[in-house]
């Protein structure tokens, strides 16, 4: 983890309230493992204290063509896909090329291959649900397990078709996709977990490994689905952060355990999480966005 | 020197006024402002620190969790995140919320207890050159006794901080901070009790601070800091529940340094033993407003979640204020004039 300041390379405006940061980070990008975060401080204030928790969507060179096979890209740009929900990212929608952010990154345990390969491989299909700005924390996993040739299918859920961010870079790394809209813009009309649902019915001898980011109710939704279904589950959990490095104890979650193991920081052992380990019933307000 | 210049570069892009202020007065500085070496090491109790500019209990982990982000050896002390005599979990989520220019906490006190402090944490506190205060904190003043007592077995402990901030639940959660006799109590306990010297951190959640500072004073504390966190709370419109599980929580960060640094003045003039000030500090500036006020240190505690190197900064912000003041230490603490009429 590093704590730099770092230039907004480009800040792209998508549909729906979602932008796409480029950001120029020499340091931190190489670092990056799947599924880790970035805090996001806004410079010189003090209103809006705290940095803001992002999930780094994607790490990239700025030398846009490789020339080549076996050529070797240095990563040094950061990228953070996010939707405006608040003063913090209204802020950070602001920024243009040039402007400078506080940038403490990559930060988090992430999905630590070790952690999740041996069920990869005894798995038929990686099944990546994503809701909303949860596609976010999806895409260097789905990178990476492109890469070691793991079969991959998205299913994606939002509020609108202008919700359905990060295709373009998802796409080509999956098998097949399936979307669902709640208001029918576009897929299935309804939540994401009903396809998902049939799917798993229609394919009981198989077994998959998903991996799992969204809103909470449909975190929950889509871990008692599996369960149901018996496929074990990767979640990546959100919280409200102090510090995002392990120090203020704010975004801990609880998680099986006692005493003193009974929480578990969404900064720190987190944000990704094996479903199973989390213990739900007593989650009942987090989340940001709902 | 090339040190020096990156950390002004970098105070200057946070948006700390100290920065931008010694630019414009520069030109007027006497010719021979290089040449004065300020002192800044400050006594407390006994005790010396390099500086006096520490951080704040629970802000700062234990210390090693900022070793890569910080030079940790250019503080004047950590004070620890608040120890009990047994490990304790810490509250529901959800434990924080930002507010306009602070934010709210009820982590609930989460710690790994005083037997895992002195194994696990206090060893790495000991190889540095900043000193190591820790925080104590208990529901009865039995239970604060005896957190001390199992600290006392361990080596490089500085000083002990105590947060009576707390509620005491054999007095049906009366907090001690808010009630001057339940206040000269702990502190008389924890002194006797105590090893080394006894710093006793005040709440400010009551209406008249020189009171507590002068219970706290005849009781027996070595030194007093001030302020813990103000009573607040937040609610979610949209659910019509409170933002944060416990209901009501601490407030920290600039929006109460104006308050807290009232308090510490106030307090200062109210006792002979030392006072250390806390309440929103984030930049030179703001640490400078306390000492003049009367404090002997500062503690330094939200701002380290965003901007981890605010302290260390403001060290060197300080040995800058006090080279072209041609002040040390002592001469800024306490040196608030109040003019004539």
Same mark, same amino acid.
């Given at each position: ?37 970035a805090m996001v401080r806004i410079l010189g204030r003090s209103d809006v204290l705290l ?37 913090? %990212? ?69 509020? %609108? ?106 900064? %720190? ?12 019933? %007593? ?8 | ?21 010694? #630019? ?48 940790? !050896? ?25 507010? #306009? ?9 989460? !710690? ?39 600290? !006392? ?9 105590? !947060? ?57 504390? #070595? ?77 330094v505690g939200t701002a380290n979640f965003y901007d981890p190197r605010t302290a260390t ?11 072209r003041k041609r002040l040390h230490l002592g001469d800024l603490v306490g040196s608030l ?5």
């Amino acid at each position: 983890m590093y704590d730099e300041t770092a230039a907004v390379i480009e800040n792209r405006d998508l549909t729906g309230g979602h932008f796409l940061l480029s950001l120029d980070a020499p340091r931190q990008a190489p670092a990056v493992r799947p599924g880790q975060f970035a805090m996001v401080r806004i410079l010189g204030r003090s209103d809006v204290l705290l940095r803001r928790p992002m999930s780094i969507f994607d790490v990239t060179s700025k030398e846009e063509r490789g020339g080549g096979p076996g050529k070797v890209q240095t990563l040094d740009v950061l990228r953070l896909l996010y939707k405006v929900v608040g003063r913090g %990212t209204s802020l950070m929608a602001e920024l243009k090329p040039g402007d400078k952010v506080g940038l403490l990154a990559p930060l988090g345990h992430g999905f630590f291959e070790e952690e999740y390969l041996p069920r990869a491989h005894a798995a038929d299909e990686i099944l990546h649900v994503a809701g909303g700005i949860g596609i976010a924390a999806l895409l260097l996993p789905a990178k990476h397990l492109a890469e070691a040739g793991f079969k991959q299918r998205l299913f994606f859920g939002a509020r %609108t078709k202008g919700d359905l961010v990060g295709l373009e870079e998802f796409k080509p790394l999956m098998r097949g996709s399936l979307f669902a809209t709640e208001n029918g813009s576009f897929g299935y009309r309804g939540f994401v977990t009903r396809p998902l649902e049939d799917y798993f019915s229609a394919h009981t001898n198989k077994k998959f490994l998903l991996m799992v980011c969204g809103p909470w109710a449909m975190l929950r939704a889509t871990v008692e689905l599996a369960k149901r279904f018996r496929h074990p589950c990767l979640v990546s959990m959100e919280n409200r952060m102090g510090c995002g490095l392990g120090v203020c104890l704010g975004c801990s979650i609880r998680v099986e355990g006692t005493g003193h193991e009974a929480y578990q920081r969404v900064c %720190t052992e987190g944000p990704v999480f094996w479903a199973d380990k989390i213990v739900w019933e %007593t989650e009942k307000r987090l989340g940001i966005r709902d | 020197m090339a040190r020096k210049a990156k950390a002004k570069r970098r105070e200057h892009h946070n948006g700390d006024a100290s920065t931008v202020a010694r #630019d414009g007065v520069s030109a007027a500085a006497p010719v021979h402002a290089e040449e004065f070496t300020p002192q800044i090491e400050t006594e407390i109790a006994g005790v010396r620190f390099q500086n006096p500019v520490w951080t704040a209990s629970g802000t700062f982990g234990y210390g090693k969790e900022f070793a890569h982000l910080v030079d940790l !050896n250019q503080l004047g002390a950590i004070c620890v995140k608040g120890i009990s005599p047994e490990p304790m979990e810490g509250n529901p989520p959800p434990r924080i919320y930002e507010t #306009d220019s602070g934010m709210l906490n009820a982590i609930g006190l989460q !710690n790994v207890g005083a037997r895992r402090f002195l194994s696990e944490k206090l060893p790495f506190l000991r190889t540095l050159q900043a000193r190591t205060v820790v925080n104590v904190f208990a529901y009865s003043t039995e239970d604060y006794v005896r957190c001390i007592e199992i600290l !006392n077995e361990g080596e490089g402990i500085a000083a002990y901080e105590l !947060n009576i901030s707390c509620p005491n639940t054999r007095c049906g959660g009366i907090v001690y901070g808010s009630d001057p006799r339940l206040t000269e109590e702990v502190v008389a306990a924890s002194k006797k009790a105590a090893r080394h010297p006894l710093f006793v951190k005040l709440s400010p959640n009551v209406t008249d601070i020189t009171l507590f500072a002068r219970v706290a004073e005849g009781a027996g504390a #070595d030194a007093l800091s001030l302020v813990n966190t103000f009573v607040g709370m937040a609610i979610d419109v949209e659910t019509r529940t409170p933002r944060i599980s416990n209901v009501t929580a601490g407030l920290s960060g600039p929006a109460i340094k104006p308050v807290a640094l009232r308090m510490v003045y106030q307090a200062a003039r109210a006792v002979k033993i030392p006072v250390i000030g806390i309440g929103g500090i984030a930049s030179t500036e703001d640490a400078l407003e306390f000492l003049i006020a009367g404090a002997r240190a500062v503690e330094v505690g939200t701002a380290n979640f965003y901007d981890p190197r605010t302290a260390t900064r403001i060290v060197e912000g300080l040995n800058d204020y006090c080279r072209r003041k041609r002040l040390h230490l002592g001469d800024l603490v306490g040196s608030l004039r109040i003019p004539e009429g």
